[in-house]
Every structure is written in structure tokens, then in C-alpha cells.
């Protein structure tokens, strides 16, 4: 089955049930506010759906200070040559226009909590009864001995949007026949699970289509194993031959420190000198703004009621995304998307008075590994335990067929186009 807008738009009406339909007056005259910051797939399917969905008896304002944003999801397969940056990048003028929404276009600075404020680059204020915060994560520049922040143009890392993504692809390109890419992968939990070993398939896709085939992947990783490995693996083997090495923390025994006026990476057990390109992936934390409104332990993530997505530390809040703690989860855009619209239920409940249901999350994660071979892993969550737990699960298998790897790749497209028509439009 393709998942394409409709499907993604009706599984939002699924969720939020029949909530246009004689919603009560909003109690008194003013609207109820709710202020969303961050544009990503959290935060612009939360106002979109909080917006359209109460008929606009609520004022919704979103936060957002890029005038467009490019998805962190298939920046691979631009990486990869599949996709022009353009397809990546997206405006929020039809968003605010089609739903009735309030497009603020600063950096949200601060949140005060007592006052129910948002503090704003520009310095105004924006008060708030239900705050949806979504800010991503941040990266931890001291989590890799010798990177920083200042390291990160000579060692992109390609985690955040913009100019990083488009680096990643320049210092891929200008890899030699025979030269060597070091990639080093972070440690749990972090933004996209199968996001880096991805990005390898499409490294290697890269090299092997320019006749670079002598070229070298070596892939350091902290963790003992990653998400899909048991198929990217043979994949990697059958496609691209020993081009790509994974090496888990037993065999490299370490990152000890890296050098990025020489490129070079020292492990435990092997240095690795003058290589064409190091991509550092660090270990990420929840975006600033959350960890500094006491969201957020100092280089963590938010704790959330898994039924609602309302911060454990303050229940007028509500976080979003990659920078949350929801259990099963991954750190998806799809896992955003979906915590958007429960959350979304909830705020109308709260404050018009609309009818609300048990909670349902859903993710698929989809990798593409070359042309028309594309894998995925995800499944179905509910609250339980005091956490956000799969209820059933799917992954791709090494042995599918060649025509289902082509079906995969076909819904991974279409999932694109659905989720940022829900994002955007």
C-alpha cells in the first residue's frame, strides 16, 4: 500500500475524530492562544491541525525563524543524487494562509513559564494558554575528543539542516578513486535512528555510479549494533562488495581523538591519516530552549506523559519530536508527525471543548540502499507503562525480492509528498 497525502491526512482525521463538528464556543470572548515553536514536522503539523480543526476558535501563532525549511528526512537522497536540493525545501506562506495561522518569523529566545510567555529575538512576547514546543535537537560538540563547534565545517557532520546537508554533498563529491570517508556515528538516542548507515548506502551509491570504486567507507560506531543492520549489511554486500566496513566499539575500541586540520581519526586500535572526508555525527541533546525552561535535564531530553505529549515538568506545554523521551519511539520525522496530531487532539479538548480519543502513534522509517532498493523498519504505539511502547512492529528482510525493494522505494516517496503536504499546505 502506497502511503501518499490522503492517507497520511486521513490517518490525522482518524485520530482526531469528528472535531469540527459543533465544537462549543470558546468561553468568553477571547480566542484561546496557542504559540508553536519550531516549523519542522512536529511543530507545523501541530498548528496546522490545532488551526484548521478548531474552525479557528483558536488563535494559533507559529514561531519559526527560517523563511524555508529543509527536511532533515531524504537529505540522503539528495546526498545521493536522487533528489535536487529545490525538492527539499519548502515555504510556510501556504500554511499560514490555508489555516488562518499567525507566522512569526524570529528566533524564540526563552520561555517564561510563570507568565506564560515566549521571549523573542526581537524582544516581544508572545503569551500563551498551551505552548506546543518542537525545537529539534543540539549537538554535542564535546561528545567527539578534538571536534567542536569551530571543527564542524572541516568535519561536517550533515545533522542539522542547510548549508551542512549541501556541504556533506560538495566533500562527497570531491572524494578521489581510491580515497578513504571515515564516518563516525553517535550513540543512543539520537535523531534517526537509520539515518547514517543511509547516508553510507548513499556514499557508496555515489562512488560506485562516477567509477570511483576503490574508494573506502569505514563506518566507526559506538554501539554494538544499529537499526536495520541485519539488512543493510547484506545489502551493502551485495551492492557495493567490501566497499562500505562497519566497525563496532570491540573492534575499533574507541574514538581516542580526531584532527581536523588533517583529516585524521585516532581509535583504539587503528589511525586513520589524510582521509577524503570525515563525517562526525556527535551525540545530541534536546534543543536549547527546552532544556533551558527546566524542560530538560542539563544534555538530555524532555520526559512527557505518553498519553498526551504534555511535558512531565509543566503540563500547559507540550514537546515535540526529537527533542521528547517517547519510549518506543524513534526520532523520526513520521514519529513527529504523529505525536503532532495527538497533541493537537488534546489542546482542542482542552480548550474548545471537542471531543477527544485514546491515543494512537504510528512511524515507518524507510532507507534507501541504491536505485529502487529501498528498506524500512517501524509500527504502532499506545501509552503504557508510563511510557510511549510498541504494540506491533515491522521490518524489511534480507531475502525480499527485487520488485518489493522498487514497491518500498515507491512508498517512501509517496509518504514524502503526503507528510509535507501536511506540514505545508
Do not use: C
Given at each position: 500500500m502506497l502511503i501518499d497525502r490522503r492517507s497520511l491526512v486521513l490517518s490525522g482525521l482518524a485520530l482526531s475524530g469528528a472535531t469540527t463538528l459543533g465544537a462549543p464556543a470558546v468561553l468568553g470572548q477571547a480566542k484561546p492562544r496557542v504559540v508553536v515553536v519550531g516549523g519542522g514536522a512536529g511543530g507545523a503539523t501541530a498548528a496546522r491541525y490545532i488551526a484548521k480543526d478548531s474552525n479557528g476558535a483558536i488563535a494559533v501563532t507559529l514561531v519559526e525563524e527560517n523563511e524555508r525549511y529543509q527536511t532533515c528526512f531524504h537529505s540522503n537522497l539528495y546526498i545521493g543524487g536522487f533528489k535536487s536540493y529545490d525538492e527539499i525545501v519548502h515555504g510556510y506562506d501556504a500554511l499560514a494562509r490555508n489555516n488562518g495561522i499567525t507566522l512569526v518569523r524570529a528566533r524564540?529566545?526563552?520561555?517564561d513559564r510563570d507568565k506564560k510567555e515566549v521571549v523573542l529575538s526581537t524582544g516581544e512576547r508572545l503569551p500563551y494558554d498551551r505552548l506546543v514546543?518542537?525545537?529539534?535537537?543540539?549537538?554535542?560538540?564535546?561528545s567527539v575528543p578534538g571536534w567542536s563547534k569551530e571543527a564542524e565545517e572541516a568535519m561536517p557532520h550533515g545533522w542539522k539542516p542547510g548549508r551542512q546537508t549541501q556541504l556533506i554533498k560538495e566533500r562527497l563529491d570531491a572524494v578521489p578513486d581510491g580515497g578513504l570517508i571515515v564516518m563516525i556515528t553517535p550513540p543512543n538516542p539520537y535523531r534517526c535512528p537509520p539515518?547514517?548507515?543511509?547516508r553510507a548506502s548513499m556514499f557508496a551509491h555515489v562512488l560506485m555510479k562516477t567509477g570511483r570504486k576503490q574508494a573506502k567507507i569505514v563506518i566507526l560506531d559506538p554501539k554494538e549494533s544499529f537499526s536495520k543492520q541485519g539488512v543493510f549489511q547484506p545489502d551493502w554486500e551485495k551492492r557495493y562488495g567490501t566497499m562500505i566496513e562497519w566497525l563496532?566499539?570491540?573492534v575499533h575500541d574507541g574514538i581516542k581523538s580526531v584532527d581536523p586540520k588533517t583529516n585524521s581519526v585516532v581509535t583504539g586500535f587503528e589511525t586513520y591519516r589524510n582521509c577524503a572526508f570525515v563525517n562526525v555525527i556527535p551525540a545530541q541533546m534536546a534543543g536549547a530552549i527546552a532544556?533551558?525552561?527546566?524542560?530538560?535535564p542539563a544534555g538530555g531530553y524532555c520526559a512527557i506523559d505518553p498519553a498526551?505529549?504534555?511535558?512531565?515538568?509543566?503540563?500547559?506545554i507540550f514537546v515535540l519530536g526529537d527533542a521528547c523521551i517517547?519510549?518506543?519511539?524513534p526520532k523520526s520525522a513520521f514519529s513527529a508527525n504523529s505525536q503532532a496530531k495527538v497533541a493537537a487532539m488534546v489542546i482542542r479538548g482542552e480548550l474548545s471543548g471537542s471531543r477527544t480519543f485514546p491515543p494512537r502513534y504510528v512511524n515507518t522509517c524507510w532507507s534507501l540502499v541504491d536505485t529502487d532498493d529501498a528498506i524500512k523498519v517501524g509500527g504502532r504505539y499506545e501509552p503504557k507503562d508510563g511510557k510511549i511502547a510498541a504494540v506491533e512492529t515491522f521490518v524489511s528482510q534480507p531475502d525480499e525480492s527485487d520488485e518489493l525493494r522498487k514497491q518500498t522505494q515507491a512508498e517512501n516517496i509517496g509518504?514524502?509528498?503526503?507528510?509535507?503536504a501536511d506540514m505545508f499546505t
Open positions: 524564540a529566545t526563552a520561555i514546543l518542537s525545537p529539534g535537537i543540539d549537538l554535542k560538540y564535546d539515518g547514517p548507515y543511509e563496532g566499539p570491540k532544556r533551558e525552561a527546566g524542560l530538560a498526551t505529549m504534555k511535558s512531565a515538568a509543566d503540563p500547559t517517547a519510549g518506543d519511539m509518504w514524502y509528498a503526503g507528510i509535507t
